[in-house]
Structures are given as structure tokens and as C-alpha cells.
DNA sequence: GATGAATGAGCCTTCATTCAT
DNA sequence: GATGAATGAAGGCTCATTCAT
């Protein structure tokens, strides 16, 4: 699996130029919003925070995405197109054989770029307010329903080749609220387990679904 | 398994006494403010919009609840001991096997009493906000633990009793997250599936890892 | 004719109660807004300025109007209803005959109550802002059209009673407009004529109107 | 007589080019802000919409204006401006009796170039908005004493030369506050009559102020 | 207990103005 | 000349909190 590139730059040290391109300035104020959102939550997430940890401010925010509403819609449309980027990268660089694709889609939920405490924060910043629901639907909707979608026949694919007699939206549907579940739990808990024991514990349960497959060899690198 | 009883009367048409006793008029308080978390999210949730729907003044809110910090807090530590009382009325109900524990404190979590929209947005709002998180641990840490404990205990003396050579600590953790993913998916998704579904897939996992117990007999009634 | 009495007491020198009784903060806010109309124009209007004017916090006077805008239509239709009592009045009292009506018109808008310089100003910034033309229509509309008809009635009757040949729509027109004139007039200059000669210039406009009726005699007293 | 040549170019389809003129680019622009005065009123007629509707950047229009507050004042100059050479052209190209300049200066303030809606609504903004008065007095005052001194004088002369025995500054007030009065009309009026309407009206108003000349025969052709 | 007037901190947003390119 | 990124003052509005009644 080769791990999908870090989409923006980390911001540096060195003074930024007064006056930056307009894309590398949205880049810079959307990884602001993801850390105020993980930091403080939906609700005290500001633009004015956002704008601090940007370094520039709160007007210039506006200017470049119009609204705070705005700046969430494209928050989230990022963290999304990052997700579906990662693991359908991580996807494609699988082999054929559907255990390989599990097996790849559930590393890439653990990748390192993906499974950060501030991106994990802000999807649960995301889910955890009603009013941003519709928002989410809209923007995320199609994005879940592929990743469903292509877990389903992959396990459809496991009975066939493998004679496993699962129905696969449920088999799929556990492999997903498994690692769903374990990101709650690592984002929720005082003291965390690893990201390696999370990706483990979803192993642990992979291997019960399909008990002759995913020995216990692999690792998460 | 008997449901533990509604520990709140439902709001009746019946306008209530101008006077109401202390405790009637909180726990009324407390239903109001979940669901305003439900419908509103954590961020658009006011006082005055939780003393609206329970009927009373603003004023008189913060007389009982001195801030809305507060208000939240007492929230919290009701649902969580709601929860709380919940399975363990379960567990208690159950019989000495581990395997009927086990099937208990699953069915508890989605029983009709517990499994709602408005408990699981409320659920949902509180993990969502960052800056909550020091409240939810002060608040439910030392309950999240016990149910933990509990659960490994449990799955220890599946290992025990039935011969299982699960590692507890992961078996436990699986069920559980299992549990709050399934959650998370009927508070998140569009078009979510039934509670029962849910229910369902639970069952399915947990006999994927206990594969000569929990039997496809079992539903949830 | 008797003049209509002061709507709304002046603000008196002693200190107001801390909390004042809905009606009459209402009003001391909208007499508030008709001076900060008067002194500073629509466009620097502020609800902090009112606010300031009133003695309060900008808090409270959005407390008791909801909006900046509700707060402009809510003055509009303070002094649309002040002008509507005031020329009612004046024409109730006049005698029968409609040269006695339209003096008693006349006179009624050059009274000391409704020719102040904060009452024209208000309504000049209402007339000035074509943002608030639909406001306008919507809430002075009909009282202008009734004051209208009931001026084309009395110039009728002044062609039925006294011979006279006029359009009486062309007729009552000219006086209103001569009037609205010099309220502009009022206004704008640097250094104005007094009402009292405004009100001589309008007479002498409606006696070449009406050649043989309002004689020299009368004044605005 | 002549109507006055309109002073600006109307702006057309064709891009303007990309250098323009130092006068042609700031005569843009001034029609512009008229526009915008006109459709958005006094305070919501902003540079970034003054720019958009010139078809430049916010940034040229400041470079030519230097400010908001110089652009206004630049604008109020222009339509002043014009408002001169239109009567004064109309008055020179009258005879020399008074009542043909009485009534080449009645024509000329209901010209099509001078009584437009965008026209009037600009004079309107800037009445209704205390805060430019000392801006319009030092602007237009001289040029409105200019025209009522004219008017005076011209009144002056119907006495000597005809005979009647008006006071002229009231007779020549009473003119020019019609004039006023029915431009208020036609833009306050939901559905106002027409120009042509309003011009007839304020002869109906000359003529019974001058019975025996005025005679019915003329129109605004 | 109970209400609701009152305050003020803090939010989102607009917009005139500056200035690097 | 010309653009548009960038700033910051100021405005409308929300809402937790206080407090007189």
C-alpha cells in the first residue's frame, strides 16, 4: 500500500509571504478550521480562532470563503476528498484478491495521515451536531455510500471465492462500525490505546468474520 | 430481561402545577435540555430554548441549575446514569453464564428506553465537543470503566467456562465498539436501518467471535 | 382645532426606574430612533446610537425590537400613526365647510407637535433610502392615500360649493405638495425661513387656488 | 428650447478599453455611484458595488477618488453641475420675457436627462441623510441660492412688466418648492404618474398664481 | 419560586482603506 | 494604471447571566 501523499504542505516556521496564492491561503485557513475543530468543538469554533491559528485576520478568512457556514461545507468537503483519496489509493495499490482489499481498506484508516487526532476530532465534530447533519449528508453522503458500496462487494466476493456464507452488508457494515467504533474510542477515552492496538482490535474481529483468513502475521507496518 | 423503568415521566399535555416539587421540575428541565441537544446540536442549544420546551422561564432554569454549564453537566450525569442503571438492571436480570451476561448488556444497549434518537444525539453532542471532554471523563469515566471492566470480566469467563482462548481485554473492547458504531451509524446516516438491524449485526459479530454460542435464535423481542 | 397631545411624555431629567414597563420603554426607544434618524441620517442609524440616546444598552433595545429593522418599521409606523391622529383630529374639529377643512389641514401640518425638525428629518430618511421605499409603502401607503382622497374630497366640494372649476386630483395634489416642499425646504436649507412663513407661503399658494376663500387674515397663531 | 447634451456617455455593450481616459474612467464611475445611490440607496451604496457596476476594481475606483466620502462628494458636484447647465442653458435659450424663462425653467427640471429616476433618487439620497448636509450645503448651496435668485429676480419682472403684485420670494419659492414637492411624488409614489403629469400639475400651480398668462396651450411636448 | 427586564461579552459579517504585485 | 489580497473598525445579533419585582 503505498500511504497517500500529505495533500497540504505542514505549516513552517518561515515567515509566509504578506500575500499568498489564493489556493495555498484556503489550503492554510481549512487545516486551521480541522485543528479549531478538533481543539475546541463545533460550537466554539470561531472564525476568529480559525483566523488566529492561521496567522491572518478574521476578514481575511471571510474574504476567501465568504462565510463561516461556507468555510465548514469546505472543511468537511476536505477531510472528505482526503479520506476517499486515501483509500481509494491505498485500494488500487491492493492485489486482486478480496482479502487483500479488506485488508488494505482497514490500513488506511489507520494510515497515519488519516488517523490523526486532529482529522478524528473533526469528523466527530461533524456527526456530533444535528444542525451540520444535512451539511454532512450532502457533502459526504455519496463518498459513504461508495465506501459501503465497495466493502459490500468485496465481501460478496470473500463468499464466492472463499465459500464464506456471510450476507455481506452486514459483514461489510461490521468491518466499517468496527473502525468507526474504535475511532470514537480513541478519540473519546482519557488515556487511548495505540493506533496500533485499535488497528489490532479491528483485525481481531476481521479474523473471526473470516476465521481461515487474515492470520496473525500482519502488522500495521 | 426486565427494561429498567422509565426513570422520567413523558411530558403529558396536562399543564403541570404552577409549583412543581424540586426534583419534578429538574428531571423536567433535564428531558428538555436532551432533546434540544437532539434537535439543536451542542452549539445552538440555549437556555432559553431548553426552558421553552420545558415551559418555564429562563430565569427559573438557572435558578435550578445556577449556569448552563451546569445544566449540561447534570445532563450528562443523568443519560450516563440512566445508562448506567440500565445494565446493570440487565446484568442483574441475567442469568450466572456469561453468555446470557453477554446477550443482556447487548440487548440493554438497544432497548427502547435507551436506544432512542434523542439519547443517542444527546450521546453524540457531548463526545462531538472537544471542550467537553474533561466533563464527560469527570462525569462518565469512572462508569465507561466499570461497564469495561465488567465486559472483560465476562469475556474472561467465556474463556474460562467455555473454553475460548480470547485475549478479554480485545473481545470486551470489540463488543463494545461494536455497540458504539452501530450507534453512530443510526444517529449519522440518512436512511438508517432498524434499530432491531442493529441489533442484528451486533449478534453477528459477537457469534463471529463466540462462534459455538449466541445461537441465531436469539432477538431482540 | 385642537392639537393632538403628545403621544409620548418627553424624557424627564430624573433617573428612570432600572426596569420600566414594556410600553414605555418601547416608547422612549422609538422617540430615541426618530433623533438618531434626525441627527445622523439612515445610514449611521445605529441600535448602539439609539440605545445610547435612550439611556440603555443596545442589548435591551433589541430585546424589546427583535431587529434593526423591525425597530425602523415599528418608528415608521409610530410617526405614520402620530401624523394620521394628528390631521384626523385637526379635520374633525374644523367646521363643515371645506375651505375650513382644508385650512385645518394645512394648519395641522405645521403644528408645533408634527413640524419639528427630528419629525421631518425621520421622515426624510425614510423618503431617502430607496431600501426602505417597500417599508414605506407597506406601512404608510394606505394613511397616504387616505389622507390623499380625503383632500381630492374636499377640493370636490369646494368646485360643488363655490363654483370653482378645478381638477380636484391636480388640486389636492398642489397642496399636498407644496406642503411636502417646503418640509423639504425646512430641511435642507442652511438657514431656513421660519414655519410661520412656511406656512404663509403655502396659504398663499392655496388662496391663488382658490381666489375668492382664505383671505389674508388668517394665521398659524 | 435646447435640452441640455447629456454630459456622460451611457455606458454600452462594447468593453470599454482597457486604458481609459483619466475623464472617461472618473465619469464612469460617478454615473455609477448614481446608479447605485438610486437602486441601493445612501447607506447601502458601497465602493465594491460602485466598482462592479463600472465594470473596474474597488481599488481603481479609490486610486481616481481618493475615498468613499470624496467620491460622494465628487458625485453630488456632478449631478449639481448638471442640474446648473441644464436650467441655465434652458433660461438662455428662453426669451426675454419672465414668463418664458418662468416657464423654460419649469420645462428644464422635467427634461428627460435631468428628471430620471436614477436623478431624482440620488438628490433624494443625499436630502434624507443628515450627515451630508454640511457636504451638500458647501456643494450645492451656492448654485441653489443662484437659481432662487433667478427665480426672485424673474418674479420681480412678471410684477413690473404685468402687473401683478405678488411678493416675489414667496411666489418664486412657491415654484420651486412645487418643482420639489412633485419630484418627492414621483419617487416616493408606489405608482406615480408620469412626468408629463407632474409638469402639468406645476403649471396648474403657475397659472393660478399668474392668472392671465400660463395659458393651457403649452405641454412638455 | 417565578418572571422577564436588563446587561455586556462575544460572535459573524460588511466594508472602507491600504498596499504588494 | 489596475488588481485583489489583507487589515481592522464597526455594526447587527445572540445569549448566558444578573436582578428587581
Given at each position: 500500500m503505498t500511504a497517500a501523499p500529505p495533500l497540504i504542505e505542514a505549516p513552517t516556521d518561515a515567515k509566509p509571504p504578506r500575500t499568498q496564492s489564493r489556493d495555498s491561503r484556503r489550503a492554510q485557513v481549512i487545516e486551521a478550521t480541522i485543528q479549531s475543530l478538533a481543539d475546541r468543538g463545533f460550537s466554539r469554533t470561531t472564525v476568529t480562532d480559525v483566523a488566529a491559528r492561521a496567522g491572518i485576520s478574521h476578514g481575511l478568512v471571510l474574504f476567501h470563503f465568504q462565510s463561516k457556514e461556507n468555510l465548514l461545507a469546505e472543511t468537511l468537503d476536505f477531510i472528505a476528498e482526503e479520506y476517499r483519496i486515501n483509500w481509494q489509493t491505498a485500494l488500487a495499490a491492493a492485489g486482486d484478491t478480496p482479502e487483500a482489499q479488506i485488508l488494505a481498506l482497514i490500513k488506511a484508516d489507520f494510515a497515519p495521515a488519516i488517523c490523526t487526532p486532529a482529522r478524528l476530532s473533526a469528523w466527530c465534530a461533524f456527526w456530533g451536531e444535528n444542525q451540520s447533519r444535512p451539511l454532512y449528508q450532502a457533502r459526504c453522503g455519496a463518498n459513504d455510500a461508495l465506501?459501503?458500496?465497495?466493502?459490500?462487494?468485496?465481501?460478496?466476493?470473500?463468499?464466492?471465492?472463499h465459500g464464506y456464507t456471510h450476507d455481506p452488508e452486514r459483514t461489510a457494515r461490521l468491518i466499517r462500525i468496527m473502525i468507526e467504533g474504535l475511532?470514537?474510542?480513541?478519540?473519546?477515552?482519557e488515556q487511548p490505546y495505540s493506533v496500533a492496538e485499535a488497528y489490532e482490535t479491528v483485525m481481531t474481529g476481521t479474523r473471526a468474520l473470516f476465521p481461515r483468513h487474515f492470520g496473525a502475521g500482519e502488522t500495521i507496518a
Open positions: 465506501y459501503n458500496n465497495t466493502m459490500v462487494d468485496i465481501c460478496a466476493a470473500m463468499n464466492a471465492l475511532w470514537l474510542d480513541l478519540m473519546t477515552l
